[in-house]
């Protein structure tokens, strides 16, 4: 069993920041890419931004310049640093984990959501 524990949303003021933590644990093997998605009410899942194994970073458009990815290998962790924060990036965001686990089976996880809320 693989768990994802998401940390970090909460409600800023517009032009504001958050860090957002997920940390996997159980019986893992490797992890590969990881990523962070988002649900705003009434719209579909997107990704926001996502990283290989190796760093190499994706990101939406919208959050380019503000938002960054980063991970430790070491803590299977992925974090988001947001910054300049604006009423649109409100929404549920969701991390996301493509690993391989100790029986050697390649599984995706999806973490449970933290709610991110800019007010203007």
């Known amino acids: 069993q693989v768990q994802l524990v998401e940390s970090g949303g909460g409600l800023v003021q517009a032009g504001g920041s958050l860090r957002l933590s997920c940390a996997a644990s159980g019986s893992i093997f490797s992890i590969n890419a990881m990523g962070w998605y988002r649900q705003a009410p009434g719209k579909q899942r997107e990704l926001v931004a996502a990283i290989t194994r190796g760093s190499n970073t994706n990101y939406a458009d919208s959050v380019k310049g503000r938002f960054t990815i980063s991970r430790d290998n070491a803590k299977n962790t992925v974090y988001l640093q947001m910054n300049s924060l604006k009423p649109e990036d409100t929404a549920v965001y969701y991390c996301?984990?493509?690993?391989?686990?100790?029986?050697?089976?390649?599984?995706?996880?999806w973490g449970q959501g933290t709610q991110v809320t800019v007010s203007s």
């Open positions: 996301n984990v493509d690993l391989v686990t100790g029986l050697n089976n390649n599984y995706n996880y």
